[in-house]
């Protein structure tokens, strides 16, 4: 056991312990925060700074009732479990929201002098003022009544919306015969039945395979349908008034429309600025999907002459068919070095390497058995703990995030969080050897940053749309000739070669200028159907998508039924192109080394480590020596 004054948090055994800890414990936390602010109302000879730390505890307490809750409610196994998280989640949610529509609580910061604090005092005062003002503090008593009542409707109906995702699994069964270009492992897990058929699901273990090797182009359709029609229709009514709920708040609490709201505390700072940045993309982009695409449809005509065009169902088929037959890379056989056990033990090794910690195994409960559990160690001291969750089933988060679990205060809890996944226990496409560096980006940004004195500045807690700048930074090693080497290995004990991977990287250039545009197509449509409100949910996306990418949405799709997305980022899926002009300026700061001890030292302790403390803006001039710039995103988009 490392040493550390600091225990990590103590799990349940049984399902009763569960229970308890997704109802009880909980309510225990926000019965903390209502002893607090009782406290800051009662007590007004308290002095601001005191007035701050006790602020700062009921942060503490919601955010450690909040993140076992959100986590339980996507992860546990018992139905009974996640509904009663669920229940929890959305009653922090509530409380979250009516605090900062208290007119006492307000009181409490709102005229006081800030004379005597330190900087982090301060900018702490600035953030909580803030928050009250976006609560919708000052306005009249009807309007402040209709707000609440909007805010706790708008947790209700993102729950619900997250929930018939992740309960929204379905299947086709089609023809053995029909599987032609399917590897042998996934052909020997799913044998015919008694009529000749096979079952395929919409989880990604079905879905990716299918989708990359599949010949037959109506079982790519059939399949690639289904999974753009999960959760609808249930979805369709749940999110048009989600929709409304935030356009009608927004307006009372005085924004131009919901982006308006939702980009005032992060980088990019207004909905306007979310519109150029979208076209400064789609603009620099344009000349590479342009000829990307023309390549594409002529070697889909190959297969299918009568074909008019590339479909998002074709896409990932025939960018695979043209990186084996014009690049010499072949994804089946790539995929035979990234067999799933030597890639989780490859993370962390590289991580470990790159950061300077080592991941130890722990015996503890958990609320699966597919979860392994690490502590974070450097030097002997436990920095943190991480719970990996990695396999689909039925139930769980059916995509791949980083999930809180305890918040990690200096001195005082450490920082322990979840990655939730689901890949095959077999053999892994290298797209998601590339997914699980990146979430696991998250993961380590979280343990590392999570030693700060304020909660609301631990781990991950920076502008929202810098957060998925050091996650798509760590993406890069993934396609590393060294890092690979080192665990990517086939089962005959061969490392995979350094002129492939080389290969790989030369392959990937070609179909990035088509993937940003299909990125752009989910960015528009977040965006847009916040700010355009549209009535035809459908005919909407369907026309966001046209516009953004030649690559065609399938007709009749409702894929955004089943945009999770569309819950926590609202109307700035922006974020991902936007951290990745960043994480790309940050990656020229390594040169040709990746693992530069000195480098990779200045980037933990300038980027990850500060978590939320300085605004995002400082921490990359902090780490390059000068304000992030566009070129090195637009060189990547060339191919550079």
């Not at 308890?20 to 936390?29: K, Q, W």
């Not at 601001?48 to 450690?64: S, T």
């Not at 992740?166 to 008694?194: C, M, T």
């Not at 035979?336 to 080592?358: E, P, Q």
Request: charge should be negative; aromatic fraction near 10%.
């Amino acid at each position: 056991m490392p040493d550390s004054p600091l225990e990590p948090l103590t799990l349940p055994h049984d399902l009763d312990g569960w229970r308890a800890f997704a109802e009880e414990r909980p309510r225990g936390l926000l019965d903390r925060v209502a002893e607090i602010d009782a406290r800051l109302v009662a007590e007004t000879d308290l002095s601001l700074r005191e007035r701050l730390a006790l602020w700062n505890e009921a942060d503490l307490a919601l955010a450690d009732a909040a993140a076992p809750s959100h986590l339980l409610s996507e992860s546990h196994p018992d139905a009974g479990v996640r509904d009663a998280a669920e229940k929890q989640a959305q009653t922090v949610d509530a409380v979250q929201s009516r605090r900062l529509l208290e007119r006492e609580l307000w009181g409490v910061f709102a005229d006081a002098d800030p004379d005597g604090l330190d900087p982090d005092e301060r900018r702490f005062l600035e953030h909580v003022r803030r928050d009250f003002r976006r609560g919708g503090v000052d306005l009249a008593d009807a309007d402040r009544e209709r707000v609440r009542e909007l805010t706790d409707r708008d947790t209700e109906l993102s729950l619900t919306f997250s929930r018939n995702i992740r309960e929204g699994r379905r299947e086709i069964r089609v023809p053995a015969s029909s599987l032609d270009g399917l590897p042998d492992d996934f052909l020997a897990e799913h044998p015919a039945d008694d009529e000749g058929m096979v079952t395929l699901t919409t989880e990604y273990t079905d879905l990716m395979p299918v989708r990359e090797y599949a010949r037959d182009r109506s079982v790519r359709h059939a399949l690639v349908a289904t999974y753009n029609d999960l959760a609808w229709p249930v979805n369709e009514p749940v999110l048009a008034e989600l929709l409304a709920v935030r356009a009608e708040r927004a307006a009372l609490l005085g924004y131009g429309d919901w982006a308006d709201y939702e980009t005032e505390t992060r980088m990019i700072g207004s909905s306007a600025a979310v519109a150029a940045f979208l076209e400064r993309v789609a603009e620099a982009v344009a000349p590479a999907a342009t000829a990307e695409y023309e390549r594409v449809l002529a070697r889909l005509r190959r297969d299918d002459p009568t074909a008019e065009a590339v479909t998002i169902a074709d896409f990932w088929y025939v960018l695979g068919a043209l990186k084996r037959e014009e690049y010499d890379v072949d994804a089946q056989l790539v995929r035979s070095y990234f067999r799933f056990d030597r890639v989780l033990d490859g993370v962390l090794a590289t991580t470990g390497r790159l950061l300077d910690v080592d991941y130890v195994p722990v015996e503890a409960p958990s609320w699966h058995d597919d979860v392994r559990t690490y502590d974070v160690v450097r030097a002997g001291e436990r920095l943190g703990r991480i719970h990996l969750d990695l396999h689909p089933r039925e139930g769980k988060y059916n995509h791949a995030a980083c999930f809180g679990l305890a918040s990690g205060i200096a001195g005082r809890a450490l920082p322990e969080s979840v990655l939730l996944c689901n890949f095959s226990r077999g053999l892994l496409e290298h797209d998601e050897v590339v997914t699980f560096f990146h979430e696991f980006g998250h993961l380590v940004h979280d343990i590392l940053g999570g030693h700060q004195t304020w909660a609301r500045w631990t781990g991950v807690a920076t502008e929202w749309d810098f957060v998925e700048a050091p996650s798509q930074l760590l993406e890069e090693w993934a396609w590393d000739a060294e890092a690979l080497a080192a665990f990517a290995v086939n089962d005959q004990g061969e490392p995979i070669p350094a002129d492939l991977v080389a290969r790989m990287r030369t392959a990937d250039a070609f179909g990035r200028g088509l993937e940003v545009t299909r990125q752009l197509g989910h960015a528009t449509t977040s965006y847009r159907l916040h700010v355009d409100r549209p009535v035809d949910l459908a005919a909407a996306v369907d026309g966001y998508y046209r516009a953004a990418s030649p690559v065609t949405p399938l007709d009749g799709a409702h894929s955004y039924a089943g945009f999770g997305h569309l819950t926590g980022y609202g109307a700035c899926y922006y974020t991902y192109q936007w951290s990745l002009v960043i994480a790309r300026d940050l990656l020229s700061a390594f040169g040709d080394d990746l693992f530069d001890v000195d480098t990779a030292t200045r980037y933990r302790r300038e980027i990850l480590e500060p978590g939320g403390t300085r605004d995002a803006r400082e921490l990359v001039e902090s780490f390059l020596g000068r304000e992030s710039t566009f070129d090195a995103y637009r060189d990547w988009l060339a191919g550079a």
